[in-house]
């Protein structure tokens, strides 16, 4: 027994228990500091971690909010929603995979293959088919299949679907809006998505019996639009006419309130189907088909040829407006006292300038003439004499003061602006050519707006197509404002400027937009496409009425017509057309003294 | 001298506290690995989806410990430095030469787990030969002292140790860098506690902190990783287990979402009920519970010492130092690796964890001192 040490060497010294007592005073201490540790994150940081864990366990249902509709001026609705639904299958809860796979291939008429695909995949949740209309998903929701989900949707849906699609454009998968107005007035238009939060586990499967936290839906408002579908209808059938009869590339239409700047109409043709807006349209559709929402394997298109089919011309391309712009430099040199009606003038064919000799449209000359004489036959040298009168300074002050180099500030995105000379660079020969609507380019829209504050007794207007933002719970609108600044040009140079103008509808180049019984004014162009002489052109004429106090003004552009090119043969009687069918129906009366006189 | 040893029997201190507060531990620890596992368990196929497979592992464990500590308990500790026999070798020789053999069949031999080879097959159960080590080093250390407790006090005696331990140590480096860490200073814990020259020991602390420090900076890109995530831990991509635990701790709140409640042990904390198992005590029951779990230990350690001032012998003292230090280190470091206030390690809770050779030898060790305080005479 000797072995067990009993000695005094085998004892625990005092030293040794000293060490001991040292050891766990040190780890009591550790474990004081580290409760400080667990009560400071448990107490000051809980509110901090407890907010990321919680957003790590709840999943978000989405509840998507009603987009706005789009109502036109009538009140008609032309963009509203329709109900759709998804159908997807869990398959942990399936039980008669069998019969899911026979009713979701019956009724939702697909491959049976494809559906045995999903129903048969391993995962919380395998989508079948999306955008299903609502009365086949209530079929499918009445078998009462375990596993089988329908989950109601909105759709955006353009009851017209090719009209004014430039214009009003559509949205993406996500509610937003890609083009048109669906994206200026998107924040009105989205709404907020409620949601449904449930408690999940990490492989997202929600936990029974958690409670749900539910946030509500806000719908989005609707827009009133100063649209107008029947003008639009009436607009789109004579922009198609045309098209076809001259076989050109392309044909624009724009009408709109020249006093207020409410657009009733914008046409560029081809439209596309705003239901299915990722395939080309189709060559012989009438336009007014109601387009159904299933998605048609339509020609796939390429991104560029979607952003080109997508473009809105009227406000997006720019153009040398040519002879329509004499308006302006008329306006200009009344304005600035530089010219009386009955100045006279001596048109030879051309004129020179410095060295440059600038040719008249006609071949020998209008002789002499009147300055009102000038506008009628949109005489070249006579705007070329007025334009060296007023002087580079005073036409771009005039430029500036029509706001012929700012945009107009048009409610649509992709506006493109003015491409024109520095004043700096402008010499007697740019000078000459822009007097008479050359070397320069602008939008369809921006010539409306400058002529329109012309005519209109000098204000200038912003074109738009929204008017007012409708809260449908409450059915009150509420107006949009838009700026206009007066002093433009005085009363008596618009009151000059009206009559000038509907001189050249009766008796000058506009005579083919004349429409018996009516007051209209207007002017005339032909603009050479560039390169110079490679035989396209661009036909154009402006109109208005009453023109004494007009209320309503169209623009035409037929974009590269084959035979005649002629603005005064080709576009104005697409205005005398057009105004025959609008004016009464926008309620300008026919004013019988005017019957009488022909 | 023969009367005396039997008032000793007589008379014995059997701390009986100690054993219903380690049996309470244990207890407490497999309702937490329960509820912390059962998710994991019944959500996959490899462990049949039975919720109780975790449980059911770790309540064999359990009893096999607790049978071990009894037995232990009921033997002298000193048979372990008596020659067995007339062989010249001692029972803690043997120990210390199993845990190196083992140690090294395990590098050739053992299962693969998670990328480190730390497992052993023995009759269809695994078990972690890393845990053998710890109480063969713990044992062993102090019949080194024991046997010459001056030489402590000398540079000479104390290299000694060092060198002996050092063998086991490195064997268990190799695979598991942070089970070897706590080996060590379990060890050097043991040498503090039985050398008179303290200040040595601070000395030798900063030096290592200063080497530990330098090994960090011009180490390999593992280690200096797990000080990015550290730093980082609500950013970096593999602080995941940890911000999960954070997470877990901090929605705890003051009492905690209830037994059973944790949202976080529901696959978002992997394998929530190994290392990570605090956290889940930490949510479930609030920080009251956890000073609880804390507290609990404190009382535990606080008994150890107790036994240790009063062995018998050096050896008995050290032994338990031995035991308490180990005890005290895996919860300190446990606990703060799960409130990152250490970079990442694997130390798993003590009694509570899941791991059944981890809680089989936890038990045997208070056997142990179980054993020591049954050999205190009461005076």
Redesign the interface.
């Known amino acids: 027994m000797s072995v067990i040490n009993l000695s005094k060497e085998g004892r625990i010294k005092t030293f040794q228990k000293r060490g001991m007592a040292f050891v766990v005073i040190m780890f009591i201490t550790l474990a004081v500091v580290l409760i400080c540790r667990l009560s400071y994150l448990m107490i000051c940081k809980a509110d901090y971690y407890g907010e990321i864990a919680r957003e790590l366990h709840e999943r978000e249902r989405a509840v998507k909010a009603k987009r706005g509709v789009l109502y036109d001026r009538n009140g008609t609705v032309i963009a509203g929603n329709v109900s759709v639904s998804t159908i997807s299958v869990i398959h942990s809860q399936i039980k008669e995979p069998e019969r899911v796979i026979e009713v979701l291939s019956k009724e939702l008429g697909l491959d049976a293959e494809y559906v045995r695909k999903r129903v048969e995949k391993i995962s919380s949740r395998e989508k079948v088919k999306s955008n299903v209309p609502k009365e086949t998903s209530d079929i499918i929701r009445e078998y009462n299949l375990a596993g089988v989900m329908v989950d109601e949707d909105y759709k955006r849906y353009y009851p017209y679907s090719t009209l004014a699609s430039h214009v009003i454009g559509f949205t993406g998968a996500d509610n937003q809006g890609i083009i048109g107005l669906e994206v200026t007035y998107d924040k009105y238009l989205q709404g907020q998505d409620g949601a449904i939060l449930t408690l999940t586990n990490a492989r997202g499967i929600e936990i029974e019996n958690a409670a749900e936290n539910r946030k509500e839906p806000v719908n989005g408002k609707g827009l009133l639009l100063s649209l107008d579908i029947n003008i639009q209808q009436y607009a789109e059938q004579a922009a198609k006419k045309v098209l076809e009869q001259k076989q050109a590339k392309a044909a624009s239409i724009i009408v709109m309130n020249p006093q207020n700047g409410e657009i009733y109409a914008m046409v560029t043709t081809p439209e596309f189907d705003l239901n299915n807006p990722f395939s080309a349209p189709e060559t012989d559709s009438d336009g007014t088909q109601n387009g159904d929402y299933e998605n048609k394997s339509g020609k796939k298109l390429s991104s560029d040829e979607l952003n080109a089919m997508w473009r809105n011309p009227c406000i997006s391309n720019t153009y040398e407006p040519g002879s329509t712009f004499k308006i302006i430099t008329a306006a200009a040199a009344l304005e600035e006292n530089v010219v009386k009606l009955d100045d006279t003038f001596s048109c030879p064919g051309f004129i020179t300038v410095e060295d440059r000799k600038i040719r008249c449209h006609k071949a020998g000359g209008h002789g002499a003439e009147t300055f009102k004489q000038g506008i009628m036959n949109s005489c070249n040298p006579v705007f070329i004499t007025i334009g060296s009168r007023l002087g580079v300074d005073n036409f771009y002050k005039y430029l500036n003061r029509f706001k012929v180099l700012n945009k107009t500030g048009v409610d649509l995105p992709g506006e493109a602006g003015t491409i024109i000379h520095k004043q700096k660079n402008v010499g007697a020969v740019e000078l000459a050519t822009v007097s008479f609507g050359q070397s320069f380019q602008i939008t369809p829209l921006r010539l409306m707006a400058t002529a329109s504050s012309i005519v209109n007794g000098g204000h200038t207007v912003i074109p738009h197509f929204g008017v007012g933002i409708v809260d449908d719970e409450t059915d009150r609108i509420e107006k949009i404002q838009y700026e206009s600044e007066s002093g433009v040009v005085s009363e008596e140079v618009s009151q000059t400027m009206r009559s000038l103008l509907e001189a050249v509808v009766s008796e000058g180049t506009g005579k083919k937009a004349y429409v018996e019984g009516f007051h209209i004014g207007g002017k005339t162009g032909t603009s050479e496409k560039l390169p110079r002489r490679n035989g396209k052109y661009i036909a154009s004429c402006l109109g208005f009425a009453p023109a004494e106090n007009p209320t309503v003004m169209a623009l035409v552009l037929v974009d590269e017509p084959q035979g005649i090119y002629y603005g005064g043969t080709i576009a104005a009687p697409v205005i005398g057309e057009l105004f025959e069918n609008i004016l009464p129906y926008l309620g300008i009366e026919k004013d019988s003294a005017v019957s009488l006189e022909e | 001298m023969k009367s005396g040893r039997k008032k000793v029997k007589q008379q014995s201190y059997y701390d009986y506290s100690m054993l219903i507060l380690v049996i309470f531990i244990v207890a407490f620890g497999l309702v937490m690995v329960y509820s912390a596992s059962s ?1 994991t368990a019944q ?1 996959k196929q490899e462990y049949n989806y039975d919720a109780a497979y975790f449980l059911k592992k770790q309540t064999w464990a359990v009893l096999l410990g607790i049978f071990a500590m009894l037995i232990v308990s009921k033997f002298d500790y ?1 048979l372990l ?3 067995i026999g007339h062989l010249k070798i001692r029972l803690v020789t043997c120990l210390y030469l199993l845990s190196i053999v083992l140690q090294i069949v395990v590098l050739f031999t053992g299962k693969e787990l998670n990328g480190s080879k730390r497992w052993l097959n023995i009759a269809g159960m695994g078990f972690q030969p890393s845990e053998i080590t710890k109480i063969a080093v713990i044992l062993y250390t102090s019949y080194l002292i ?1 046997k010459a ?2 030489a402590m006090n000398k540079g000479l005696g104390v290299m000694r140790v060092f060198i002996f331990m050092l063998v086991p140590i490195m064997a268990v480096a190799i695979e598991n860098f942070s089970t070897a860490l706590v080996i060590g200073v379990i060890m050097a ?1 043991i040498c ?5 020259k ?1 200040w040595f020991y601070g000395i030798a602390a900063l030096l290592c902190t200063g080497i530990g420090g330098l090994f960090i900076v011009l180490g390999g890109a593992y280690r200096v990783e797990r000080f990015e995530i550290w730093r980082n831990i609500e950013t970096h991509e593999k602080g995941h287990q940890i911000r999960q635990g ?9 009492f905690g979402t209830g037994l059973g409640q944790s ?2 042990k ?3 904390i992997p394998e929530a009920f190994n290392d990570m198992i605090f956290t889940i005590i ?1 949510e479930e029951l ?2 009251f519970g ?2 609880a779990v ?1 507290s609990m ?2 009382i535990l ?2 008994r150890i ?1 107790i036994i ?2 009063n ?5 008995g ?1 050290l032994i338990c ?1 031995g035991v ?2 180990h005890i ?2 895996q ?2 470091l446990n ?2 690796v799960v ?1 990152n ?1 250490v970079p990442a390690t694997g130390v798993s809770l003590p009694f509570i964890s899941y791991g059944g050779t981890s809680v089989s030898i936890l038990l045997a060790e208070m056997g142990l001192v179980l054993s020591v305080s049954n050999r205190i005479e009461s005076r």
């Open positions: 998710y959500t000193r430095i008596r020659p024991y407790p001056r814990g503090f506690v039985s050398s008179k303290k954070m997470y877990a701790i901090a929605s705890g709140g003051m949202m976080q529901l696959g978002f930490c609030g920080l956890a000073i804390v230990f404190l350690i606080w010492f240790a001032v062995a018998p012998d050096l050896f003292g130092a308490l230090i005290a280190l919860v300190i606990i703060c409130t206030f």
